[in-house]
């Protein structure tokens, strides 16, 4: 068990956890001359021979060093709320138990102190204090015992209701990767950088790798302290002491508010999604405000930006987005407290609702209907199939392993949920709603079907724009190769429809092509460019020319160059005389075909470098084959 003390200054939690104990802890020589705790303190020891180690963290009750207060309550299992007879309940006792609260720590047990100095109608009248402090939160119930440090009254029974606790104290889960806090870190002689803090999940073992820092450096493990003892595994619930080696590792790249973390678990960011709680006593919160954010044992700036509404009224909760000036850590369920601007007030508080927060549609209907699932269903397995029926794009399975610490091998995923498999990495989907997303892309390709008749139908991105499907390109390409895979489009090249779609012209284009088609029949083999076919109708060269190239998606006309297309009919006649050319000569000469056709020499390599694209001829050097496997050398096969 982790307990940790919480109370004003000078209310002597430090004498009370010696009285427990019977030892003095590791205080720094600065908090021995000035008779104050400004760091956190640590100490160990058996509340009852044979229990095993309890681990102590006492914290500074001065109000400059509640930053260092909120460094060690992360991770305790039980806080001991301390209360001087002589002062009472003060200010930073509010704010300490306020606090406390907000992390959702579990228990708590309230000490009186110094009851030597005081009457026992005193003792009695400040035990009302407290019981009228605690009555509105989670502690109402929670034991208090009056003690004193100096003669011992109380200490036993205090120690007791300490054993009593720590035997309904659950051990906590291993599942996870490993998350320590780190709070201390400091050199040894003959061992080199030890860093130190509470461990929040997982499972540490000699040897392991962890990534440091948001830097991501991987360290290893050369050796380790569990409860203050050396051990081979240390797990969630320890106090841990770390010796750590790695590349070029410095004391000096270690710091208060870093983090150790099972190597895949690293993700830093500076997008956080909140429960956030305003404390009852605040001012009215503003949208986008600054404030101090406490996450684990960091102390760093960001913005509140509310997502329910521009303010937040005292006592109220709201969805909130957290704007960070730097990278940090997170997994949901983390607590975390706000402080003012200035460090001087404790806002509230909040639970880490997503890490991974968007930046863009952060209070769309969908995203906010996230959010809710996120915080009434603390468990992956619970809160996945709500966020799949609110997450039209699909779910990283990466971004969720590190979003809840719940690696991928114990997942077990519902019967309605698929993993897709993407160019940029799988997603999960509900399997209702990747089927509602081909229904609808089907249904827009019909739409621009309608829309234009006379085309064969959109490219790949051109229909991703079309339908507007909240899906990034991969996605819809594994979407639409689905479709394609099932028969429900066809792709006729880069042209994409449905199998029963057949073009068709439009009333004017009809009327303008049968002006057009004498023109053609007119000029046989020498096609006129369509300039000259535009002036022979009257009409615009941009109308002639788009109404061509519709005809040659449809097969009708072919576009041998720019603006000279010639008919589909006169084209095969061209293929025909050059199969009896081949049957002539097999290598079939520039020369031949001018004279068989009767035109120039310019425009029948013209021709000729068609029917290469074609697939009908072959260049060699000055002459040409005949490819035998061309559709148009075997007209049966077409």
């Not at 509010?94 to 992390?103: M, P």
Request: proline share 5%; aromatic share 6%; charged share 20%.
């Amino acid at each position: 068990m982790i307990v940790g003390t919480a109370g004003h200054i000078d209310h002597g939690k430090t004498s009370l956890l010696q009285a427990l104990t019977g030892q003095t802890g590791d205080r720094r020589p600065q908090e021995r001359e000035r008779g104050m705790t400004i760091d956190l303190g640590y100490l160990y020891a058996e509340l009852e021979p044979g229990v095993g180690l309890t681990g102590f963290i006492d914290v500074p009750g001065h109000e400059k060093f509640t930053h260092n207060m909120l460094a060690g309550a992360q991770g305790i299992d039980l806080v001991l709320l301390v209360v001087a007879a002589d002062d009472g309940v003060m200010p930073q006792t509010r704010e300490h138990l306020a606090i406390v609260e907000l992390l959702g720590i579990p228990r708590a047990l309230v000490a009186i102190t110094k009851c030597d100095r005081v009457e026992a109608g005193r003792v009695m009248a400040v035990r009302e204090q407290i019981t009228d402090l605690l009555a509105p939160g989670p502690f109402a119930k929670a034991p208090i015992v009056a003690v004193s440090s100096v003669s011992g009254q109380g200490i036993d029974e205090l120690r007791a209701a300490l054993l009593h606790t720590q035997n309904q104290v659950h051990e906590r889960s291993r599942a996870g990767g490993f998350r320590l806090a780190i709070d201390r870190a400091f050199s040894v002689a003959g061992a080199g950088i030890v860093v130190t803090g509470t461990a929040l999940s997982g499972v540490v073992t000699v040897g392991d790798k962890l990534a440091l820092g948001p830097s991501g450096k991987t360290v290893r493990v050369r050796g380790l302290h569990a409860q203050n003892q050396t051990a081979e595994q240390a797990c969630a619930g320890q106090r841990v002491a770390l010796n750590l080696s790695g590349e070029r590792l410095e004391l000096a790249q270690i710091h208060r508010g870093q983090w150790l973390l099972s190597e895949w678990l690293h993700a830093p960011t500076q997008r956080i999604d909140i429960d956030f709680q305003l404390l009852p006593g605040e001012r009215t919160f503003e949208h986008f405000h600054p404030v101090h954010l406490h996450l684990g044992t960091q102390d760093v700036i960001a913005r509140v930006a509310l997502l329910e509404g521009s303010r937040l009224h005292p006592g109220e909760r709201m969805f909130a987005q957290l704007l960070i000036n730097a990278p940090v850590h997170a997994v949901k369920g983390d607590r975390l407290i706000l402080r003012d601007q200035s460090a001087q007030r404790t806002l509230g508080g909040g639970q880490v609702l997503d890490p991974f927060a968007p930046a863009r549609h952060r209070r769309s209907p969908e995203r906010l209907a996230q959010l809710q699932a996120l915080a009434l269903h603390q468990t992956f397995e619970y809160a996945l199939p709500l966020l799949l029926n609110h997450s039209a794009a699909g779910l990283d399975p990466l971004r969720l392993e590190r979003q809840f610490n719940h690696p991928r091998v114990d997942w077990s995923l519902p019967q309605n949920v698929r993993l897709i498999d993407t160019r940029q990495g799988p997603l999960l989907f509900n399997v209702q709603r990747w089927g509602m997303l081909k229904f609808t892309l089907l249904e827009q390709l019909a739409r621009l079907h309608e829309l234009e008749p006379d085309q064969m139908g959109p490219d790949r991105d051109r229909l991703r724009r079309f339908s507007a499907l909240p899906l990034e390109r991969s996605t819809f390409i594994s979407l639409l190769d689905e479709l394609l895979a099932a028969g429900s489009i066809n792709a006729s090249g880069p042209w994409l429809h449905l199998p029963d779609h057949q073009v068709r012209l439009s009333a004017a284009d009809e009327i303008l092509w049968q002006q057009l088609q004498p023109l053609f029949e007119q000029a046989g083999f020498d096609p006129p460019w369509v300039r000259d076919l535009a002036k022979a109708v009257g009409e615009e060269d941009a109308n002639v020319r788009l109404l061509l190239r519709k005809l040659a998606r449809l097969g009708l006309t072919h576009q041998v160059v720019r603006d000279l297309f010639v008919t589909d009919i006169v084209l095969r006649q061209m293929a025909a005389m050059l199969l009896q050319l081949a049957q002539e000569n097999p290598q079939i000469q520039v020369t031949c075909v001018r004279d068989a056709l009767g035109l120039g020499r310019k425009r029948c390599i013209q021709f000729l470098e068609y029917f290469d694209r074609l697939g009908l001829t072959r260049r060699l050097g000055e002459h040409r084959l005949i490819r035998p496997d061309s559709a148009l050398a075997n007209p049966g096969a077409t």
